[in-house]
C-alpha cells in the first residue's frame, strides 16, 4: 500500500508534506510524492526544481521513510496526474494541501483539489497551510 | 535646417493625443513581446506591418520605436529572472543580473537595468540626433559610386562579423540577394516561372513575417523546453545609495561604447556588451563580487545594449542601411509606405524622421515611468501558456500576410519561406543577412546601375570616387581579417564568456 | 566524426547545400534566357546581379558541402523557450503546418472566419493545449474580432465566405 501526495514547493504543499510524512510513519507504509506541471508554460513557479526535490529527499531519507519522487510532465491537470498515480499504485490515501480560492479563481481555473476530492477511489486528507 | 528647432517640431508632432497613444501602445507591446518568450520586436514589428498600413506613416514609425526600445527592455527583465537571454545581447546581463536575482537582489539589478537603458538610450538618442544630419551632409555628397561601395560594405560587414560561421553568413546573403532579384525589376521578368503572381516580386513583407514569425514559431514549436522553469519573484525595483554610486559610472562607460559600435556596419551589440563587461570588471572595486552578482556588471552591458540600440538608427535613418533585424523590418516599412530610404530621407521626410526620433526620446521616458512599478506584472507574462502564444503568431502572421494582397498564393509564400526560415535555424544559417539581401538587393542593382551610367559602362567607373576606395579597402580587410588572425594565432582559444550557458548547439567550423 | 548518428546529421545539412546549388543554377538558367538589350543607358542589364548570385550561391553550396563531409555543422539557434537538448519534434510542427495549410486552403472558400478558427483551434491543438471548448471559444472569438475589426479600423475586407450574408 502507499500514500500518494500531491506536492507544490508552497506553504500548502509544504503543510501537506508534513502531514504525509506523518501518516507514513505511523502507518509504516510507502509514500509517493507527486509534483506535476502541465508543461504549457515557461514558466510555472507550482513545478518545483532540482534544489527543492533534492531537499525534498533530504528530508524523507532522514526520517527513513521509503519514498518514490515523481515530476510528470505530460500536459495533464496536477489533479489528474496525482489521481493516476493513486490508481496505479492502489494508494490507501490521498494527502493534498487546500489554499484559499476567491469563488471567481475557481470559476476560471477550476479547482484541482475540488477534483481529486471527488474522483479519488481512497480517502483523500486535504491539510492548510499552517 | 537647425537641429534643434527640427527636434521640438518633431516633440510637437509626436505629442499630439493620438501619436502619444502611438508611442505609449508601443512601448507596452515591446515590452511585452520583449518579455514573452519566442517573440521579438523584429517579429512584432514584422507583424504588424501590414495592419498599419491603414495608419499615417509618422503614427506607425512612432509605434515601432516604442517597440524597439521596449523590445529591450522585456528582454533584460527576462534574462535576470530567468537567465534564459532570448537575444545575444542580452546573454551578458544575465551572467551577472541573474546571480544578483538568485541572491535576492533582483529588485535591484531590475532597477539598474531600466534606470542604465534609460540613460543610456536617452543620451544614445541625442548622439542620433546630433549625428545622423552629419552624417547625411557628408552622404549626400557622395555619388552612386561611393554608395554602391558602402552597402556593398555594410551587406559583407553584417555577413562576415556578425554570427559565428561566415560561410553560412553568406548563403543565407545569397538566398536573400536571389529572392530580392524576383520580379519585373531592370524591365524584364526574371525568376517568375512564368508565373503573373510573382511579377511584382516577393512582397517584403511577407517574405520578413515568413521569416521571423512563421519560421520562428515552427522552430520553437520543434523544441519547446519541457520543464518548466522558476521565475524568481519580484517586487518593484529601487535601488540604494550605494547601487547608485556603483552604477551611474557604468551606464556612462556603457554608453560610450554601445553607441559607436552600434553605429558602425557591422557593430551590432555582442561587442560592445562584452567590451563593457570586461572594463567594469577590471576597474571595479569590488571584482571578487563579478560572477556572483556584480551590480557593474548589469549595469554597463546593459547601457551599452539599448546604446547601441541607438547607434543602429544612425545609419538606418541616414543612409538606409539597417544593420539589425528590427532596423531591417523597419526599413522594409520605409519601402512598403513608398517612402525611399536613404541620404535623401532626411530632406523629403524631414517631419517624420524628426518625429520618430523625439518619440525615442518619449519611449525612453515612458518605459521608465511604466517599468518601474509594472515589472511584477510583466514576469507574470510568462506563466501565459505557450499552445495560444505560438498560435497566436501563426494566426496574426498569416493575417497580415493575407491581408497585404487578400490572395491566398501570399499564404502559401509564407509556408514556404517559413519553411525555409526554420531550415535555417535548424541548420544556423543566420536570418539578418537573408533580410538585408532581401532589402537591399534591388536598391544595390539601383546604385550599380547608377554609378555605371555615369562611366558609360566602364568597371573602373566604381572605383572614380576616393571615398569608394576607401570603403573597398575596408571591405578588403574585413573579409581577409579572419585569416590573418588565424596567421598570427594559430588555434586562438574562444572567447568562452560569450558562452557562458549550455545554451548553445553544436560547435560552429569555419571554412571560408 | 566516424558514428552513424554524426553521419546521418552531416548528411542532412548537405540538403541545405544541395538547395543552395539547386538556387544558384536555378537563377543562373533563369538570367541567362532574358534577353539582352544592350543600351546606352542601361549599361548594367537585367543579367549581371543574377549571375553574381548565382555565382555566390553556387560558391556558397561547394563550400558548405565540404565543411559539411569535413564534420561541420551549423549552430542550430537557441532562445529562451528552446530547449536543443531534444530532437526535433516532428509530432508538433506537422500538425501546425497542417494547420496552417487547411487555412491556405479554406480562407477563400469559406472566409476568414471559419479558416481562422481552424487555424488557431488547430495550432493551439497541435501545441498541446486540451481545452477544446475554451480553445473553440477564443479561436472564434479571435476571428470574428479581426474580422470585424479590419473591416472597420482597417477598411481591410477579410473574405466572409460561407457566411456571406451572415457576418
Same mark, same amino acid.
Given at each position: ?11 500548502? +504543499?509544504?503543510? =501537506? ?6 501518516? &507514513?510513519?505511523?502507518? /509504516?507504509?510507502? %509514500?509517493? *510524492? @507527486? ?39 505530460? +500536459?495533464?491537470? =496536477? ?6 498515480? &493513486?490508481?496505479?499504485? /492502489?494508494?490507501? %490515501?490521498? *494527502? @493534498? ?34 | ?512 | ?167
Amino acid at each position: 500500500m502507499t500514500i500518494v501526495v500531491g506536492y507544490v514547493p508552497t506553504p500548502e +504543499g509544504e503543510a =501537506a508534506l508534513s502531514q504525509a510524512i506523518a501518516e &507514513a510513519r505511523h502507518r /509504516n507504509t510507502r %509514500l509517493l *510524492v @507527486i509534483n506535476s506541471a502541465k508543461g504549457d508554460a515557461l514558466v510555472d513557479n507550482r513545478y518545483a526544481q532540482e534544489q527543492e526535490i533534492q531537499s525534498v529527499e533530504d528530508r524523507l531519507a532522514s526520517q527513513g521513510i521509503d519514498h518514490v519522487i515523481k515530476q510528470p510532465v505530460r +500536459g495533464h491537470d =496536477a489533479a489528474v496526474e496525482v489521481l493516476d498515480a &493513486a490508481e496505479e499504485h /492502489n494508494a490507501e %490515501l490521498i *494527502v @493534498i494541501g487546500l489554499r484559499r480560492r476567491s469563488p471567481v479563481g475557481k470559476l476560471i481555473m477550476g479547482s484541482t483539489s475540488q477534483r481529486i476530492l471527488l474522483e479519488a477511489d481512497c480517502p483523500v486528507l486535504a491539510v492548510k497551510a499552517g | 535646417m537647425d537641429v534643434w528647432s527640427s527636434l521640438m517640431d518633431g516633440f510637437a508632432t509626436a505629442l499630439t493625443p493620438m501619436n502619444f497613444l502611438y508611442a505609449v501602445i508601443g512601448v507596452i507591446l515591446g515590452t511585452a513581446v520583449g518579455v514573452l518568450p519566442g517573440l521579438g520586436p523584429a517579429m512584432t514589428v514584422a507583424l504588424l506591418l501590414p495592419v498599419t498600413y491603414a495608419l499615417e506613416p509618422t503614427s506607425a514609425f512612432i509605434m515601432f520605436a516604442g517597440i524597439y526600445y521596449g523590445g529591450m527592455y522585456g528582454g533584460s527583465t527576462t534574462s535576470i529572472l530567468l537567465n534564459t537571454p532570448g537575444e545575444s545581447s542580452s546573454v551578458i546581463t544575465a551572467i551577472e543580473g541573474n546571480k544578483m536575482a538568485k541572491a535576492g537582489r533582483a529588485a535591484q539589478a531590475l532597477a539598474t537595468a531600466a534606470i542604465g537603458s534609460f540613460v543610456a538610450g536617452t543620451i544614445g538618442t541625442a548622439l542620433l540626433a546630433l549625428f545622423a544630419p552629419i552624417v547625411v551632409e557628408f552622404a549626400v555628397s557622395l555619388g552612386a559610386p561611393s554608395y554602391f561601395a558602402i552597402m556593398v560594405l555594410a551587406l559583407l560587414a553584417v555577413t562576415a562579423v556578425l554570427g559565428s560561421s561566415r560561410l553560412r553568413g553568406f548563403s543565407a546573403l545569397g538566398l536573400g540577394l536571389a529572392i530580392g532579384l524576383v520580379g519585373m525589376g531592370s524591365g524584364q521578368a526574371r525568376l517568375t516561372f512564368g508565373q503573373p503572381l510573382l511579377a511584382d516580386g516577393l512582397d517584403i513583407v511577407v517574405i520578413a513575417v515568413a521569416v521571423f514569425a512563421v519560421g520562428e514559431a515552427l522552430w520553437v514549436a520543434a523544441h519547446l523546453r519541457r520543464t518548466p522553469l522558476h521565475a524568481i519573484p519580484v517586487g518593484r525595483p529601487w535601488m540604494g545609495k550605494s547601487d547608485w554610486k556603483r552604477s551611474w559610472k557604468p551606464w556612462l562607460r556603457g554608453t560610450a561604447f554601445g553607441f559607436p559600435f552600434g553605429a558602425l556596419p557591422a557593430g551590432g551589440a555582442e561587442i560592445p556588451t562584452f567590451l563593457s563587461y570586461v572594463t567594469e570588471k577590471r576597474l571595479s572595486k569590488h571584482p571578487e563580487e563579478f560572477g556572483k552578482g556584480a551590480i557593474e556588471g548589469v549595469a554597463g552591458p546593459e547601457a551599452a545594449n539599448n546604446a547601441a540600440a541607438a547607434g543602429t538608427l544612425t545609419p538606418m535613418l541616414a543612409l538606409g542601411l539597417p544593420t539589425n533585424a528590427t532596423a531591417a523590418v523597419m526599413l522594409a516599412a520605409f519601402t512598403s509606405y513608398g517612402i525611399q530610404p536613404g541620404p535623401q530621407l532626411f530632406a523629403s521626410q524631414g517631419p517624420l524622421v524628426w518625429a520618430l526620433i523625439a518619440s525615442l526620446f518619449i519611449g525612453n521616458f515612458l518605459l521608465l515611468l511604466i517599468n518601474l512599478p509594472l515589472a511584477p506584472m510583466w514576469a507574470k507574462l510568462l506563466q501565459l501558456p505557450r499552445p495560444y502564444l505560438y498560435a497566436g503568431i501563426l494566426f496574426f502572421a498569416t493575417l497580415g500576410a493575407y491581408s497585404v494582397n487578400l490572395q491566398a498564393f501570399d499564404l502559401l509564400l509564407l509556408l514556404i519561406f517559413g519553411a525555409m526560415g526554420f531550415m535555417m535555424r535548424r541548420f544556423g544559417l543566420p536570418v539578418l543577412p537573408l533580410i538585408l539581401g532581401v532589402i537591399l538587393g534591388p536598391r544595390l542593382e539601383d546604385q550599380l546601375r547608377k554609378a555605371l551610367q555615369l562611366s558609360s559602362g566602364d568597371p573602373a567607373g566604381l572605383l572614380s570616387e576616393p571615398i569608394a576606395v576607401v570603403v573597398y579597402i575596408i571591405v578588403v580587410i574585413i573579409l581577409a581579417f579572419p585569416l590573418l588572425l588565424k596567421l598570427i594565432r594559430p588555434n586562438r582559444p574562444a572567447t568562452s564568456l560569450l558562452a557562458p550557458n549550455a545554451t548553445r548547439g553544436n560547435e560552429p567550423t569555419d571554412v571560408g | 566524426m566516424s558514428s552513424i548518428a554524426s553521419g546521418l546529421k552531416g548528411r542532412a545539412e548537405l540538403g541545405v547545400a544541395l538547395l543552395l546549388g539547386v538556387a544558384g543554377v536555378v537563377v543562373f538558367v533563369d538570367a541567362s534566357r532574358l534577353n539582352i538589350t544592350y543600351s546606352q543607358t542601361d549599361p548594367v542589364g537585367p543579367k549581371t546581379l543574377p549571375y553574381i548570385v548565382a555565382g555566390l550561391l553556387i560558391v556558397c553550396a561547394v563550400f558548405l558541402a565540404i565543411d559539411v563531409l569535413r564534420g561541420g555543422k551549423g549552430e542550430a539557434e537557441a532562445g529562451e523557450d528552446i530547449d536543443l537538448a531534444h530532437p526535433a519534434d516532428w509530432k508538433t510542427v506537422l500538425p501546425l503546418v497542417g494547420a496552417f495549410v487547411a487555412n491556405i486552403l479554406l480562407i477563400d472558400w469559406a472566409g476568414w472566419v471559419i479558416s481562422g478558427t481552424i487555424l488557431f483551434w488547430g495550432s493551439a491543438w497541435a501545441l498541446g493545449s486540451r481545452h477544446y471548448v475554451r480553445d473553440a471559444l477564443i479561436s472564434i472569438g479571435m476571428s470574428v474580432a479581426t474580422f470585424y475589426g479590419f473591416y472597420l479600423g482597417l477598411g481591410i475586407p477579410l473574405p466572409a465566405g460561407l457566411l456571406k450574408g451572415i457576418l
